[in-house]
């Protein structure tokens, strides 16, 4: 599967650039959204669907990848996706990866140098990993000169033995990827009410994926865009709000929050930039009857 050119979104005063670390297809959705995933959904609704969001054996297609923010004044990171080398022994498709994401990121016009802030939504594996990358045998930050800023929650979670349990392992990666960023005194963390950071963001309480999980909101020269996270991973459930994926581990939280992102943005140009959507990621909410709708753009 091929990575397509990014394109530049322009909110505001900002622009958001996508850099995707790696594609996954052929993920059964029943599998993914357990105990959720009706095949009539997709057998009534499969003409009017936005195109990409399936393969042609009918399986899910997700992303996995970071935003690009620069601000007049600063480099942005939003999410830093899986990394490579990382022992993840629980998810085989995820450990040990080789992938050229610095060069995708420099193509993208960053250079790990450059990047001022590195705001992570939650702690999940696939949201921390490039913070560090292995240098000798040892994790360094990968972008000594940013500030790492997320939610506190999360780190007190992920960091007591009470998280570390066989479900859980799944989606930690604090040793590798978090600790060191930690004891190299680059992070800043977010209470549990969110807020303003650097004036154009808003953290944005938003958990059940997981405990402490944060949307990033972005307001510039009055445009408005949204960074959700995991509140969503696929745009199946945009049209089925009630669907949470393998990954969410407070459920009933979780669709709580859904609905709420859900809620705030269909009735407002805001734009939604995804963590895991297939195609560019990035699209919109509008309401479709009595529910949602989502089109790439
Ligand atoms: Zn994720």
Redesign the pocket.
């Known amino acids: 599967m091929t990575t397509e050119i990014p394109k530049v979104y322009q909110v505001g005063d900002v622009t958001v650039t996508r850099v995707t670390e790696m594609m996954l297809g052929g993920i059964p959705p029943e599998v993914y959204f357990p105990g959720s995933w009706d095949r009539m959904f997709l057998e009534e609704n499969r003409e009017s669907l936005p195109s990409g969001l399936i393969d042609g054996n009918s399986q899910l297609i997700v992303s ?1 990848g970071t935003w690009v923010v620069k601000t007049p004044n600063h480099t942005i990171l939003i999410d830093t996706a899986t990394g490579n080398d990382k022992n993840l022994p629980l998810n085989p498709d995820l450990a040990n990866l080789q992938l050229p994401y610095l060069k995708r990121l420099k193509e993208a016009g960053v250079t790990p140098e450059e990047v001022d802030y590195v705001l992570l939504t939650h702690l ?1 594996v ?2 921390v990993g490039w913070n560090t990358k292995l240098v000798d045998g040892k994790w360094v930050p990968t972008f000594p000169n940013a500030k790492y800023v997320f939610p506190l929650a999360e780190q007190e979670y992920y960091s007591s033995e009470a998280s570390h349990n066989k479900a859980n392992e799944v989606n930690f990666n604090v040793y590798e990827s978090v600790l060191p960023v930690v004891e190299a005194g680059l992070t800043q963390t977010i209470g549990p009410e969110g807020g303003h950071f650097l004036e154009i963001f808003k953290f944005i309480p938003t958990p059940g994926h997981s405990i402490g999980q944060m949307s990033i909101s972005l307001k510039s020269d009055g445009e408005e865009a949204l960074f959700g996270a ?1 509140v969503m ?1 696929h745009p199946f459930q945009v049209f089925n709000p009630d669907w949470n994926s393998m ?1 969410c581990e407070f459920t009933d939280q979780a669709r709580i929050s859904r609905l709420r992102v859900l809620e705030y943005i269909a009735d407002r140009p805001v734009i939604y930039f995804s ?2 959507f297939p195609e560019s990621a990035a699209g919109y909410v509008t309401r479709n009857g009595d529910g949602y709708k989502w089109d790439f753009i």
Do not use: G, P
């Open positions: 996995i999940h696939d949201h995991d991973h990954y963590t895991h």
